[in-house]
T-cell receptor
Framework: QQQVKQSPQSLIVQKGGISIINCAYE??????FPWYQQFPGKGPALLIA?????SEKKEGRFTISFNKSAKQFSLHIMDSQPGDSATYFC????????????FGAGTRLAVHP | DTEVTQTPKHLVMGMTNKKSLKCEQH?????MYWYKQKAKKPPELMFV???????INESVPSRFSPECPNSSLLNLHLHALQPEDSALYLC???????????FGPGTRLTVT
């Protein structure tokens, strides 16, 4: 099944806190898992991505944790800032064919000062 | 430079108009894409071009017509659109089909 389930739908975090967004999938043919950040009226920006042979990837305050056996991956935003307030989409790319990118439904993050 | 540019930023058109959206990238990417995004929803794939050839048309109505004049440019020609076609139209590119996709800022289209 080519679906990616993302939760929560919305998230409120205090400044300095940790934001955690989770995604789960069923299709084992996915071979690349990017996260996109989108501000209102803007296009999605590639934030960080991971391949299934790696369990964790960190870039600055952003970390992806990947659990291949559970078919789950998550985004952690450490020391969350008001400027991080945006919609976050997880995605999974199908291996082969035209490498279709399947998006999660999105999480609207609000970081309060 | 990881920039994909799109023009215009905003477009209002009537249902009988013909207009075009333009997308440009200078990253040497060989795959380019058109997506449509409705409010509070993820992007939906419309078309995929690989090496300037149309690879995928995701059952998009014929009132949307893509064109790839060269490896850096992608156009989307619009004709006889419906109000429900109002959305943010996003262009994206990637080094090749298996690589990560970079999105442009989008064109906000309103059909009246």
């Amino acid at each position: 099944q080519q679906q990616v389930k993302q939760s929560p739908q919305s998230l409120i975090v205090q400044k300095g806190g940790i934001s955690i967004i989770n995604c789960a999938y069923e299709n084992t043919a996915f071979d690349y898992f990017p996260w996109y950040q989108q501000f209102p009226g803007k296009g999605p920006a590639l934030l960080i991505a991971i391949r299934p042979d790696v369990s964790e990837k960190k870039e600055g305050r952003f970390t992806i944790s990947f659990n291949k056996s559970a078919k789950q991956f998550s985004l952690h935003i450490m020391d969350s800032q008001p400027g991080d307030s945006a919609t976050y989409f997880c995605a999974a790319k199908v291996s082969g064919g035209y490498n279709k990118l399947i998006f999660g439904a999105g999480t609207r993050l609000a970081v309060h000062p | 430079d990881t920039e994909v540019t799109q023009t215009p930023k905003h477009l209002v058109m009537g249902m009988t108009n013909k207009k075009s959206l333009k997308c440009e990238q200078h990253m040497g990417h060989r795959a380019m894409y058109w997506y449509k995004q409705k409010a509070k929803k993820p992007p939906e794939l419309m078309f995929v071009y690989s090496y300037e050839k149309l690879s995928i048309n995701e059952s998009v109505p014929s009132r949307f017509s893509p064109e790839c004049p060269n490896s850096s440019l992608l156009n989307l020609h619009l004709h006889a659109l419906q109000p429900e076609d109002s959305a943010l139209y996003l262009c994206a590119s990637s080094q090749d089909l298996p690589s990560g996709r970079y999105f442009g800022p989008g064109t906000r289209l309103t059909v009246t």
